[in-house]
């Protein structure tokens, strides 16, 4: 009886892990993800736990054929945005389903692994995504609101 009840805990705690996370589509513009999912996420404000990384990953179709893929992430904080630098910039190597070159009307999903340093101060974000190709052929665009937290 003990090894159901465990099993079901098991069974509850995978299917919570893969909730998807609300998002809203970007002002600027630009396609919206068939699904978000942010590791630990699926109400907003996403809380990101400083010193850990924030992970997530999203399903898109790729809106013209491309080489290549840029994340970007602008921050917004306190009225003022800026570029999130993110420790991999190449996208091509972060996907986890499909490779580049990338075909127009391929459903791709793309891995981020964005680094929450210890030294950010606690404070509101509001979170834009993007992926660009070379062309500035923007394939996929969501905002998603956090706080950065200690725990």
Same mark, same amino acid.
């Given at each position: ?6 099993? %079901?805990?098991?069974? !509850? ?10 998002? *809203?589509? &970007?002002? =600027? ?11 630990? &996420?699926?109400? *907003?404000?996403?809380?990101? /736990? #400083?010193? #850990? ?6 399903? !898109?179709? /790729?809106?013209?054929? =491309? ?6 992430? +602008?921050?917004?904080?306190?009225? %003022? ?22 075909? +127009? ?10 680094? %929450?340093?210890?030294?950010?101060? #606690? ?8 992926? /660009? ?10 905002? %998603?609101? =956090? ?5």
């Amino acid at each position: 009886m003990l090894g159901l009840r465990v099993l %079901i805990i098991a069974a !509850f705690c995978v299917v919570g892990s893969l909730q998807d996370t609300p998002f *809203t589509k &970007c002002k =600027a513009g630009g396609p919206a993800p068939e699904a978000l999912r942010v590791k630990g &996420c699926n109400t *907003t404000p996403c809380r990101f /736990v #400083k010193g #850990k990384d924030v992970e997530a990953e999203w399903d !898109f179709n /790729v809106v013209a054929d =491309a080489e290549a893929l840029k994340p970007v992430v +602008k921050a917004k904080a306190l009225g %003022i945005t800026v570029d999130y630098p993110l420790p991999e910039q190449d996208a091509c190597k972060s996907l986890v389903n499909g490779e580049c070159p990338l075909e +127009k009307g391929e459903l791709v999903s793309y891995g981020l692994r964005m680094p %929450i340093l210890k030294a950010y101060p #606690k404070v509101d974000l509001h979170l834009t995504f993007f992926l /660009v190709d070379p062309q500035k052929n923007v394939h996929v665009c969501f905002e %998603i609101d =956090a706080k950065v937290v200690d725990n």
